[in-house]
């Protein structure tokens, strides 16, 4: 088959690298993607997918950037498949932030179940890839060693955790989340909870031996997979909320940025109305599960420091999380009123960012915050299951194209 990518398991960490994946990835797009897009045939093989995720993950490039790249040489209808995978990820994002009690339960589940799980000796053999069964262990291992795991494999992953080891999906999840390099709030738990029966209720998604040797090519058939997937059971879902509507920044007052992992790409949400002081990137190991992650963005923001400083004739400067002192005190000295910063989602650097809202307040300080108009645009529409969103996708999708 004739996938754009030979060796791909190594994401460099640069927008620069995401553009040329991007590039190449283009041409497939359609039939290719359409027709091939569930095979994986081993990490060191020709893809069909785009293996862009890490990018979209930290915003290094945008869903939009993605989406009209494709549709600049596809029609809408032969890239469906793929537009709509990559709106997958802007419905599950618009899902969790209408519904932010899913994620805290979630967390709360996770931190009760690791110590009762502490000696299970089957989550170790899990957890090691030692369980004995073909193709499950050999996706730990590719997890552990590259950050990356196909779509299907993840699925096949998730199903043989839940419905064949019996181990809880949050400490799936969790695996996941420690290791993935676009480790995810929304798009992992949410597609943890899908395979178990929790998000389309009563639906759930069975590994077999069959589909895993069809679309590995073979590699991997594993025998003793669970022959019945018994949905799980949990709370009924909360009612979701309405976004919330943000204040917009005062082009009077003086400004500055307060950058982080969630979103990268400043130049693509800030337009010329926004002047800004001084640029901060805070960076943190709190902000992430796992060290691969962590290193993932911290060379991204080495590399995107002197763009950000050309584009916004600012200084840049790196902080850690526990720093804020650091820019309040910096901002109080040159009459600055305003930090401003992108929309950061449900997740480790949103709580942190809720923390220090009091603290910039006290200060006479105001936060306001930028969220794209992707995001306001579609995820309002994540109040149901993926199938009416998806109705709404191409109207939606005309707003981002220009004309
Ligand atoms: C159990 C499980 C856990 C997952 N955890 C994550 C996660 O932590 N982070 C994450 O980004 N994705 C997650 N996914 C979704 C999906 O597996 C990955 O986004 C995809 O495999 C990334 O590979 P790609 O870039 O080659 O995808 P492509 O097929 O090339 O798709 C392009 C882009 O669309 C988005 N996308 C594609 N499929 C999905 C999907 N099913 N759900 C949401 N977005 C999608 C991704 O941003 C992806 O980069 C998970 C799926 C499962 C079943």
Do not use: C
Request: aromatic share 14%; charged share 20%; no cysteine.
């Amino acid at each position: 088959m004739n996938g754009p990518f030979s060796s791909l398991m190594t994401f460099p960490p640069t927008r620069h690298s995401a553009l040329e994946r991007l590039a190449q990835f283009v041409p497939h797009a359609g039939a290719d993607y359409a027709a091939h897009r569930n095979s994986d045939f081993g990490p060191d093989r020709p893809s069909s997918v785009s293996r862009l995720s890490p990018y979209l993950r930290y915003r290094l490039i945008t869903e939009m950037e993605v989406v009209n790249a494709v549709r600049d040489q596809h029609s809408f209808n032969d890239a469906e498949k793929f537009i709509q995978e990559v709106l997958w990820r802007t419905y599950w994002k618009g899902w969790l932030e209408l519904r932010p009690e899913i994620w805290r339960r979630y967390e709360k589940e996770v931190e009760r179940l690791t110590p009762l799980y502490a000696n299970d000796k089957m989550l170790a053999a899990a957890l090691s890839g030692r369980t004995g069964i073909d193709g499950f262990d050999d996706w730990v291992h590719e997890l552990l060693g590259t950050g990356y795991l196909h779509n299907h494999a993840r699925m096949w992953f998730a199903s043989i955790w839940i419905f064949t080891l019996k181990l809880p999906w949050a400490l799936g999840a969790d695996f996941f989340l420690r290791h993935l390099l676009d480790a995810d709030p929304a798009s992992n738990t949410l597609s943890w909870r899908w395979v178990g029966g929790l998000q389309t209720q009563g639906k759930t998604y069975l590994a077999t031996k069959e589909n895993i040797a069809r679309f590995t090519g073979g590699r991997f058939a594993p025998e003793g997979l669970a022959a019945f997937a018994e949905p799980l059971v949990d709370l009924p879902f909360p009612e979701p909320a309405t976004l919330v509507s943000l204040k917009p920044h005062d082009p009077t007052s003086g400004s500055v940025l307060l950058l982080h992992p969630e979103d990268l790409h400043p130049e693509s949400l800030f337009d010329h109305s926004f002047r800004f002081e001084t640029l901060y990137v805070v960076n943190d190991p709190s902000f992430f599960w796992g060290q691969r992650a962590f290193d993932f963005v911290s060379s991204a923001i080495d590399d995107l420091i002197p763009y950000s400083e050309e584009r916004f004739q600012a200084p840049v400067k790196l902080i850690n999380a526990p720093d804020i002192g650091q820019i309040i005190n910096e901002a109080n000295a040159k009459t600055i009123k305003q930090i401003i910063t992108p929309y950061a989602p449900q997740g480790l650097v949103a709580s942190w960012i809720q923390a220090q809202r009091h603290k910039i307040e006290n200060a006479g300080l105001s936060l306001v915050i930028k969220r794209r108009d992707w995001d306001g645009a579609f995820w309002p529409h994540a109040t149901k299951g993926f199938f009416p969103f998806k109705e709404k996708i191409p109207k939606l999708l005309n707003r981002f194209r220009a004309p």
